[in-house]
């Protein structure tokens, strides 16, 4: 067998990667194209903990006239739906999972606790954390950053729904420029949205790799788990 470039990792998934094209709610059929790539690296031997996001149910700006507390809130109860909906994708494929939610509800997942879900990962179960830090003000990309670290994770893999980081937004500026490699630093100075600052500044004080790749492929996260050069990598 190959030499894997990581062995454990933090995969980050946002709502929308959920949604599909259908921008909203889940879609089975995407949800299992990329469990079917998560099985692919666990069966490889690679410990692996994700963070959802909720986009697809609940963002901020749609409760913009709502107490930003409330608001956040219902977000993070809108991650612990996907947690579960990929929990019982993932287990399907024969995969033992473990959910674990910053909010304390036991009669459907686990509370965080950093030491069980080390111990989990060390078993061979896939750990998904939901419900981001368990506080308002925070989002699910400093709940990665935080879990990453906690968790001794080597490296933080971004699945956006672009295949990198650009100097502006693809989408809108076809000038725009990929980077290969950046470092957090930069990403800060130039105000680039990969993450919100509170994340990025959390990755780079604790020297934690990030690499953003597209999601659009879901055969990318083997093929980083390989070694492949895909994306962009900040350090």
């Not at 100097?167 to 105000?191: G, R, V």
Request: proline share 3%; hydrophobic share 40%; charged share 25%.
């Amino acid at each position: 067998m190959a030499e894997l470039a990581y062995k454990r990792v933090l995969l980050k998934l946002s709502g929308e990667a959920m949604a599909g094209d259908k921008k909203t709610g889940i879609d089975a059929d995407v949800l299992g194209k990329i469990c079917d790539q998560v099985k692919i690296i666990v069966d490889l031997g690679v410990q692996v903990s994700i963070v959802i996001g909720g986009g697809n149910f609940w963002r901020g700006r749609y409760g913009h006239q709502m107490e930003r507390t409330t608001s956040d809130y219902m977000g993070m109860l809108a991650t612990a739906i996907n947690a579960l909906a990929l929990q019982d994708a993932l287990e399907a494929r024969g995969i033992m999972t473990r959910v674990q939610t910053a909010i304390e509800m036991r009669e459907i997942a686990e509370p965080y606790i950093k030491r069980k879900a080390i111990k989990h990962l060390e078993r061979g179960r896939v750990v998904i954390f939901a419900c981001g830090t368990g506080h308002p003000f925070f989002s699910t990309d400093t709940a990665a950053a935080l879990r990453a670290v906690e968790t001794d994770s080597e490296v933080i893999m971004l699945a956006k729904t672009i295949d990198g980081v650009y100097s502006a937004d693809p989408k809108l500026d076809p000038k725009a420029e990929k980077y290969d490699e950046i470092t957090y630093l930069d990403i800060l100075n130039k105000d680039l949205k990969v993450m919100d600052s509170t994340a990025t500044s959390l990755c780079r004080d604790n020297q934690i790799p990030l690499i953003v790749f597209g999601i659009n492929e879901p055969e990318n996260i083997v093929k980083i788990i390989k070694g492949e050069k895909l994306g962009t990598i900040v350090r």
